[in-house]
Structures are given as structure tokens and as C-alpha cells.
């Protein structure tokens, strides 16, 4: 039981809070969850924009050989190309994000793994007094 004097509020190795002791180290695991949070986004957006790089280049060689062909089927075939290309390229595009997110998943996992273990450990330490 705390005395008159003790403050569980400013004494952080009271026993009333003991998690107060460990208050560093979840606002330091809170900041690296984060940044793995911002590093995740900006692997998306850079596998975004490779891919939106790769098909605006398609789609101006779709336009050039529009222009150089001068028969009909021959333009029907070009579009036929493109649009079968295209298809695939967003098969493959679509199965690349989801490997990006099942393993960003697979370490943002591991890594609350690894912050829970180093917030909780020596909690008994602190909380004896």
C-alpha cells in the first residue's frame, strides 16, 4: 500500500504502476511500429510506380504501332496484343502485391513479437520495492 508521501503518478518505481517503469520502451516500440509502418507504404507506392512506368510505356508503343500500321486487321491485331499483354501484366502485378503484403505481414508480426518481448521483460524488478 502506498505511503502519504509516495505519488504513483511522479514515483515510477511505485507499485501501484508498474508499467510506468517500461513507459520508454513502448513509446520507442510505438515509433518503430510506425516506421515499419511508413517503410511498408513506400514499398507499395515504389512497386506502384514501377509498374504505372512499365505501362505508360506500353500504352505509347501501343500508339506508335497504331500509327505505323495501315490496314485494319493489322491495327486489330496490335490491340489484341495490348489488350492480352496488359491482362497479364496485371495478373503478375496483382501477385506481386500480395507477396509484398504477405511478407510485410510475416515481419510486422515478428517484429510486435520482438517489441512485446523487450516492453515486458524485467517487469518483476521494477515493481519490487
Not at 518503430?32 to 504505372?52: D, P, T, V
Not at 486487321?73 to 509484398?100: H, M, P, Q, R, T
Not at 508480426?109 to 516492453?119: F, G, L, N, P, Q
Amino acid at each position: 500500500m502506498p505511503t502519504a508521501s509516495t505519488n504513483p503518478w511522479t514515483d515510477i518505481s511505485a507499485p501501484a504502476m508498474p508499467f510506468l517503469t517500461n513507459g520508454p520502451k513502448l513509446v520507442f516500440a510505438l515509433a518503430r511500429l510506425q516506421a515499419n509502418a511508413a517503410k511498408s507504404m513506400l514499398r507499395y507506392q515504389i512497386e506502384a510506380f514501377g509498374f504505372l512506368k512499365h505501362r505508360c510505356e506500353e500504352n505509347m508503343k501501343l500508339v506508335d504501332a497504331l500509327a505505323r500500321s495501315d490496314e485494319f486487321g493489322d491495327a486489330l491485331e496490335v490491340c489484341g496484343n495490348f489488350c492480352s499483354k496488359a491482362v497479364a501484366d496485371y495478373s503478375s502485378e496483382a501477385g506481386k502485391v500480395a507477396e509484398i503484403g504477405s511478407r510485410l505481414a510475416t515481419n510486422t508480426a515478428a517484429s510486435m513479437r520482438r517489441e512485446a518481448k523487450t516492453i515486458t521483460d524485467d517487469p518483476v524488478p521494477s515493481t519490487v520495492g
